[in-house]
Protein backbone atom coordinates (compact mmCIF):
# COMPACT_ATOMS: atom_id res chain seq x y z
CA UNK A 1 0.00 0.00 0.00
CA UNK A 2 1.20 3.39 -1.21
CA UNK A 3 -1.12 6.20 0.32
CA UNK A 4 -0.13 8.32 -2.52
CA UNK A 5 -1.12 5.77 -5.09
CA UNK A 6 -4.50 6.37 -6.88
CA UNK A 7 -5.00 2.82 -7.69
CA UNK A 8 -3.68 1.40 -3.83
CA UNK A 9 -7.38 3.85 -2.47
CA UNK A 10 -9.35 2.07 -5.18
CA UNK A 11 -8.16 -1.17 -3.99
CA UNK A 12 -8.63 0.20 -0.42
CA UNK A 13 -12.27 1.49 -1.69
CA UNK A 14 -11.45 4.76 -0.78
CA UNK A 15 -12.22 5.65 -4.27
CA UNK A 16 -15.11 4.22 -6.16
CA UNK A 17 -14.28 2.30 -9.26
CA UNK A 18 -16.76 0.02 -10.93
CA UNK A 19 -15.41 -3.40 -9.83
CA UNK A 20 -16.07 -6.66 -12.08
CA UNK A 21 -13.85 -9.37 -10.05
CA UNK A 22 -11.38 -9.27 -6.93
CA UNK A 23 -10.12 -11.79 -4.98
CA UNK A 24 -7.31 -12.01 -2.48
CA UNK A 25 -4.23 -11.52 -5.34
CA UNK A 26 -5.61 -9.06 -7.75
CA UNK A 27 -8.40 -6.71 -8.15
CA UNK A 28 -9.63 -5.49 -12.00
CA UNK A 29 -12.39 -2.94 -12.77
CA UNK A 30 -13.41 -0.82 -15.41
CA UNK A 31 -11.22 2.12 -16.96
CA UNK A 32 -12.53 5.25 -16.36
CA UNK A 33 -11.37 6.65 -19.88
CA UNK A 34 -12.22 3.28 -22.23
CA UNK A 35 -10.31 2.67 -25.23
CA UNK A 36 -12.52 -0.51 -26.43
CA UNK A 37 -15.97 -1.64 -25.72
CA UNK A 38 -14.36 -3.86 -23.12
CA UNK A 39 -11.53 -1.84 -21.61
CA UNK A 40 -10.91 -3.26 -17.70
CA UNK A 41 -7.27 -3.48 -15.74
CA UNK A 42 -5.82 -5.86 -13.86
CA UNK A 43 -4.56 -4.58 -10.63
CA UNK A 44 -2.23 -6.71 -7.91
CA UNK A 45 -3.18 -5.52 -4.76
CA UNK A 46 0.43 -5.37 -4.25
CA UNK A 47 2.10 -2.21 -4.48
CA UNK A 48 4.50 -2.90 -7.33
CA UNK A 49 5.60 0.19 -9.64
CA UNK A 50 6.17 -1.50 -13.33
CA UNK A 51 7.36 -4.20 -14.35
CA UNK A 52 11.21 -2.52 -13.53
CA UNK A 53 10.48 -3.32 -10.06
CA UNK A 54 9.62 -7.34 -10.37
CA UNK A 55 11.81 -9.67 -8.91
CA UNK A 56 11.41 -13.22 -8.73
CA UNK A 57 8.98 -13.14 -5.23
CA UNK A 58 6.51 -11.80 -7.96
CA UNK A 59 6.78 -14.95 -10.57
CA UNK A 60 3.62 -16.55 -9.03
CA UNK A 61 1.46 -13.54 -9.12
CA UNK A 62 2.38 -12.62 -12.55
CA UNK A 63 1.82 -16.45 -13.39
CA UNK A 64 -1.87 -16.17 -11.41
CA UNK A 65 -2.50 -12.83 -13.71
CA UNK A 66 -1.56 -14.69 -16.73
CA UNK A 67 -4.07 -17.68 -16.44
CA UNK A 68 -6.51 -14.74 -14.87
CA UNK A 69 -6.69 -13.27 -18.00
CA UNK A 70 -8.59 -15.34 -20.58
CA UNK A 71 -10.77 -16.09 -17.58
CA UNK A 72 -12.08 -12.82 -17.18
CA UNK A 73 -12.15 -12.42 -21.08
CA UNK A 74 -14.74 -14.82 -21.37
CA UNK A 75 -16.68 -13.62 -18.39
CA UNK A 76 -16.30 -10.09 -20.64
CA UNK A 77 -17.81 -12.23 -23.59
CA UNK A 78 -15.05 -11.44 -25.60
CA UNK A 79 -14.93 -15.61 -27.21
CA UNK A 80 -13.19 -14.10 -30.08
CA UNK A 81 -10.08 -12.77 -28.20
CA UNK A 82 -8.83 -9.66 -26.67
CA UNK A 83 -5.58 -7.54 -26.28
CA UNK A 84 -3.52 -6.96 -23.16
CA UNK A 85 -1.33 -3.99 -23.10
CA UNK A 86 1.33 -2.99 -19.35
CA UNK A 87 2.80 0.03 -20.46
CA UNK A 88 6.07 0.83 -18.44
CA UNK A 89 7.59 3.54 -17.05
CA UNK A 90 7.22 7.54 -18.42
CA UNK A 91 8.48 6.16 -21.58
CA UNK A 92 5.85 3.72 -21.90
CA UNK A 93 3.06 5.21 -21.25
CA UNK A 94 2.69 4.80 -18.07
CA UNK A 95 0.75 7.12 -15.78
CA UNK A 96 -0.38 5.50 -12.99
CA UNK A 97 2.59 3.90 -11.23
CA UNK A 98 1.48 0.97 -9.72
CA UNK A 99 1.56 -2.13 -12.14
CA UNK A 100 -1.54 -2.86 -13.91
CA UNK A 101 -2.41 -5.18 -17.14
CA UNK A 102 -4.87 -3.79 -19.66
CA UNK A 103 -7.56 -6.16 -20.96
CA UNK A 104 -9.50 -4.58 -24.16
CA UNK A 105 -11.69 -6.11 -26.39
CA UNK A 106 -14.75 -5.73 -28.37
CA UNK A 107 -16.43 -2.87 -30.40
CA UNK A 108 -13.52 -0.04 -30.89
CA UNK A 109 -10.50 -2.52 -30.72
CA UNK A 110 -8.26 -1.33 -33.84
CA UNK A 111 -6.79 -4.71 -36.07
CA UNK A 112 -3.55 -5.64 -35.43
CA UNK A 113 -2.26 -1.86 -34.77
CA UNK A 114 0.37 -1.12 -32.33
CA UNK A 115 -0.26 2.83 -32.26
CA UNK A 116 -0.61 4.17 -29.08
CA UNK A 117 -4.42 4.25 -28.27
CA UNK A 118 -3.55 3.18 -24.32
P1 LIG B 1 -1.35 3.59 -17.87
O1 LIG B 1 -1.09 4.60 -18.95
O2 LIG B 1 -0.70 3.96 -16.55
O3 LIG B 1 -1.04 2.20 -18.32
O4 LIG B 1 -2.91 3.58 -17.68
C1 LIG B 1 -3.59 4.09 -16.60
C2 LIG B 1 -5.06 3.90 -16.90
O5 LIG B 1 -5.79 4.21 -15.73
C3 LIG B 1 -5.59 4.84 -18.01
O6 LIG B 1 -6.12 4.05 -19.07
C4 LIG B 1 -6.66 5.66 -17.30
O7 LIG B 1 -7.80 5.88 -18.11
C5 LIG B 1 -6.99 4.83 -16.08
N1 LIG B 1 -7.41 5.62 -14.94
C6 LIG B 1 -6.82 6.77 -14.49
N2 LIG B 1 -7.45 7.22 -13.39
C7 LIG B 1 -8.46 6.33 -13.12
C8 LIG B 1 -9.47 6.26 -12.11
O8 LIG B 1 -9.57 7.09 -11.21
N3 LIG B 1 -10.32 5.19 -12.17
C9 LIG B 1 -10.24 4.25 -13.16
N4 LIG B 1 -11.14 3.26 -13.12
N5 LIG B 1 -9.30 4.28 -14.12
C10 LIG B 1 -8.42 5.32 -14.11
ZN1 LIG C 1 -0.34 1.38 -5.47
Do not use: W
Not at 2 to 15: H, P, Q, V, W
Not at 52 to 76: F, G, R, S, V
Not at 105 to 112: F, I, K, M, R, V
Amino acid sequence: MSTDCLFCKIIAGDIPSEQVYHDEHVVVFKDINPKAQVHLLIVPREHIISLNHLDAKHDDLMTYCMHLLPKIAKEQGLEDGFRTVINTGAGGGQIVFHLHIHLLGGEGLSGAGFSRAI
